[in-house]
Structures are given as C-alpha cells and as structure tokens.
C-alpha cells in the first residue's frame, strides 16, 4: 500500500510539472531549436551528477546499444524542438492536445513493428482522434497559425509515439535515467551548431529560465515518471498522464490568460476519451 501510494504521489507530481513546463514554451523569448539545446545542457548535467550519486556506470553494454541511444535521442530532439514550436505558435492547449493523440498513434503504427496489423477497434480510434484534431483545426490554409500548431503537434506525437516504441523494443534493459541521460546527450550534440548563434544572445533572466527547465522540468518530472513505474503499472501511470492536458490548459488560462474556445475544448475531450480508451485496452489485450 505504502509502495503503491509513492507511485501516485510520483506520478501526479510529474504530470502537474509537466503542465508547467508547457509554460516556457511562451516564457523563454527564443525559438523552440535554441530552448531545446540549452535545456538539454542543464537536464544531462543533472541526470548526469545523480547517476553518479548513486554510483552507477554511465556506460552501456554494447556498441548497438549506443546507436539505439542516438536514434532515441534524434527522436526526442525532433520531438522537442516540435512541441514547443506548436506551442509558440498557436496555443499551450493546442500543443498539448495535439501532443496526446501519440497513444492512439501509437497503437495503430506499433503493430507493424511485429509484422501484424493494426486492429478495428485502433483504426476506429484513429478516426474518432481526427474528428477531435479536425475541430481544433479553424480552416485548412498553412497561412493560419493554430492550423500550423495542431500539425506540428501531431508531427511532434509521431515522433514521441516512434521514440517510445523504439525505446520499448530494444533500449528497455536499461533504467530511464540512463535512457534520458544519452537521449539528452544526443540532442544537446544534435543541435550544437545553433550554439554559437544562441548563447551570445541568452540574457540573465533566460539562463535562470532555462536553468529552472533543464532540472526542475525536465529532469525532476522524467524522474518521478520513471519512479511511479517502479510502482505501478504502465496503464495507470499513462491515465494519470493524460491529467496533462488539463494542468497545462488551466495553467496557460492562469498564467498566459490563453482561454480555449468551445472547438478546443471539445476536441480535447474526444482526444483525451480516445487516449484512455487506448491506454485501458492496450493493458488488457497485454494481460491476456
């Protein structure tokens, strides 16, 4: 019971970050490429310095291992640098929206992986996710901005929903710390070029933002994560996850003064319903 309740407690503090951390995306006055790489710096120093608190190898097993690493961290580059994109162009609630079609992404585009194919009930998922993302959308025309931020949020959960399947497949032997540290190891590697053009720019004010993103956002919350499922099961931690949307709708209200209009809220619930639909399922269709 008491193990069980230490998941809870981890899982919604990680989730209640990451609703803030949605925030940045509009605090942080740069582009989502230059918020990436410096956050990336500050979360694999972080992630980095505990692995060796607890005075475990940063090193992995095998040279196939480093490249599954690095294609993981491409994933998570591209993922991040996405997601805050759409954010900053459109909505906090957009992006997250967007973001949370990634488990019935998932579902339907893992199967190939097995050489199976997808089931009805996925394909009738999928349908039902593009009627919730087809209101989000005001009119089809690349020259309207919450148009722009729901496709690169779709884009941004492709990638995600890849990044989790992969890591799933072959990168599982590992503890997610390990993980997390080569994958922002990787995008901080990644986007390096785009240094010499960023730091000069980064004022006081940005460092401590980027600072606060890098460990108590990124690191911290990816932690608890990886906490809450030493505790729970998989399908519980991802319900509690989809609380997401709702912290990070309310604090873009709160904080941004970012209201969501009927279209918005709307499509969220069906996005929402079909991404718990999922995340149940898929559980049981596991067990048995």
Known sequence: MKNHLEGLLSVHSAVFIFGLTALFSKFITLSAIEITLLRSVFAVIAIGVYIIYLK?????????????????????????????????????????????TYPVITVFIEPFFHGERPHIKDILSAVVVLFGIYLLVPEFSIDNQTTLGVFWGVFSALLFSMRNIIHGRYFKAYPARHALFYQTLVVFILLLPFAGQIIPQVNQTQWLQLLLLGIVFTALPHTLFANSLLHLKAKTASLVACMQVVYGTLFAAIFLAEMPDWRTVIGGIIVISAAAYETVTSGKQVKS
């Open 56 to 100: 475990e190898s940063l090193l992995l097993n095998s040279k196939r291992d480093y490249l599954i690493a690095s294609i993981l961290g491409f994933f998570l580059a591209t993922h991040w640098v996405t997601y805050f994109h759409s954010m900053q162009i459109s909505s906090v609630a957009i992006g997250i929206i967007a973001l949370y």
